[in-house]
């Protein structure tokens, strides 16, 4: 049944809304390509390449920015193992670079002030840890991909060895979304659930909505359920509504 008439199926006074199970795609063919990642992308693509030069490379952008995404295309590409900061330590090094690929996801993981125990970072970095793994994947020939939303040297590390080997990693740079990226991601997910939406709610949302393509995706899902539990399109006065409810300052 098409979504036009699951709206025209709702008795009168019916206030009924679908949960869509629609999971965001994660394959290469998913991630939308414009100036503010093409340049992460390819040294996502291109990396290790041969012969690798360094045995990690650092993927950074700001919340939002599609690192999750750009990971999981190189996690699945080299069958890699992902691991967070809370995962990682001494004796599970040689597990982590089993496959000879790891995914280390946000970190240095952590808030500031907590795990400051022996060889714990001002973040819960375990410092010892990861000073072994980098030096146990040059070794090996294994390849880790860091992802982060806070450049290396400013991260809270006090092993000076740890602190100069991450100073010296490659940087593969994700900028914010611009609005070539949020414009087609916001087209995508509303086509995705078939709900048509005219280029002046597109603008309209474009100048307010926050700059990330998770809030994308959560502004998408709230339209498409006021629109079903309301019966009525998606119109620029429910996107400005629907976007007071998800940001009560905006307004």
């Not at 939002?64 to 295309?73: D, F, M, Y």
């Not at 000879?100 to 001002?122: I, M, Q, S």
Request: glycine letters at 8%; aromatic letters at 4%.
């Amino acid at each position: 049944m098409s979504r036009e008439n699951d709206i025209k199926a709702l008795a009168p006074g019916t206030q009924m809304a679908f949960d869509l199970p629609l999971r965001p795609g994660m394959g290469r063919e998913d991630f939308l390509v414009t100036p503010c990642n093409a340049a992460a992308l390819e040294a996502i693509e291109r990396w290790p390449g041969h012969p690798p030069r360094m045995p990690a490379l650092v993927l950074l952008g700001p919340a939002g920015s599609g690192r999750t995404h750009l990971a999981e295309i190189w996690r699945t590409r080299h069958d890699a193992l992902r691991a967070t900061a809370a995962e990682l330590n001494v004796e599970a090094v040689p597990h982590l670079l089993a496959r000879g690929a790891l995914v280390l996801e946000d970190l240095p993981g952590g808030r500031e002030g907590e795990g400051k125990g022996e060889g714990k970072g001002g973040g819960g970095l375990d410092e010892v840890a990861l000073f072994h793994l980098l030096n146990m994947a040059r070794e090996s020939g294994a390849h880790v991909l860091i992802t982060t939303t806070i450049t290396p040297p400013a991260w809270p590390v006090r092993l000076p060895d740890l602190k100069s080997r991450l100073a010296a990693l490659p940087i593969a740079r994700l900028e914010p979304p611009d609005d070539e990226l949020l414009r087609a991601v916001l087209a995508k997910l509303f086509a995705d659930r078939q709900l048509v939406v005219g280029e002046e709610v597109l603008q309209y949302l474009l100048l307010r909505m926050e700059r990330s393509l998770a809030f994308a995706r959560d502004l998408v899902a709230a339209l498409d359920t006021a629109s079903l539990r309301e019966k009525r399109p998606v119109t620029r006065h429910l996107a400005a509504r629907v976007l007071r409810d998800l940001m009560p300052g905006l307004f």
